[in-house]
T-cell receptor, first 112, second 117 residues
Framework: KQEVTQIPAALSVPEGENLVLNCSFT??????LQWFRQDPGKGLTSLLL???SQREQTSGRLNASLDKSSGRSTLYIAASQPGDSATYLC???????????WGLGTSLAVNP | EAQVTQNPRYLITVTGKKLTVTCSQN?????MSWYRQDPGLGLRQIYY???????DKGDVPEGYKVSRKEKRNFPLILESPSPNQTSLYFC????????????????FGPGTRLTVL
């Protein structure tokens, strides 16, 4: 049974710092891995989707990597800003691809 | 603008009073799904639909019903809500999630915060 774990659960950093959020999964047979951002009252926003054949994906200051063999993904945020404060969630499709299996998220606070 | 909309966004109700949370998408997506999010438990799937008139249970379907009469709409029905259904609910849609090998992104609505007293 696929399980997704995110460490740390919470992170507080000063503005400008580069940071890494971690996501691990137990079953390496995944179609893809998605990183989402959750803001209070604003739902879930997809940040990056890495296909199983890819090693990394970049969008602006965000870079996500995927190592299927070790069951890990990292989300790298460069030059963090207070507007990056949110909860970051990773998710992988279940074996039948009919649902997403989610980590509990990392709550990020970027302090001015 | 491509989006998934949910209504209402916030709802406080009492035990046993039937309610419906609507979900609509304007992207002509075939796949739609409902999740609930609870502290310490994360997001769990309630029901999903692969297409019109095709629905199936997720991990936590008890106490919920759904219907998919039109491609764009996927309402979530609580016929007799109970306090343990107090939660944050998300609707999602995708063009082809649910198909083997699909790498399609899922799009989420803004969430409905439900409190059942």
């Amino acid at each position: 049974k696929q399980e997704v774990t995110q460490i740390p659960a919470a992170l507080s950093v000063p503005e400008g710092e580069n940071l890494v959020l971690n996501c691990s999964f137990t079953d390496s047979a995944i179609y893809n891995l998605q990183w989402f951002r959750q803001d209070p009252g604003k739902g879930l926003t997809s940040l990056l989707l890495i296909q199983s054949s890819q090693r990394e994906q970049t969008s602006g200051r965000l870079n996500a990597s995927l190592d299927k063999s070790s069951g890990r993904s990292t989300l790298y945020i460069a030059a963090s800003q207070p507007g990056d404060s949110a909860t970051y969630l990773c998710a992988v499709p279940a074996g039948n691809n009919r649902k997403l299996i989610w980590g509990l998220g990392t709550s990020l606070a970027v302090n001015p | 603008e491509a989006q998934v909309t949910q209504n209402p966004r916030y709802l406080i109700t009492v035990t046993g009073k039937k309610l419906t949370v609507t979900c609509s998408q304007n992207m002509n997506h075939e796949y739609m799904s409902w999740y609930r999010q609870d502290p310490g438990l994360g997001l769990r799937q309630i029901y999903y639909s692969m297409n019109v008139e095709v629905t199936d249970k997720g991990d936590v379907p008890e106490g919920y019903k759904v219907s998919r009469k039109e491609k764009r709409n996927f309402p979530l029905i609580l016929e007799s809500p109970s306090p343990n259904q107090t939660s944050l609910y998300f609707c999602a849609s995708s063009f082809e999630a649910g198909r083997a090998g699909s790498t399609d992104t899922q799009y989420f609505g803004p969430g409905t915060r439900l409190t059942v007293l």
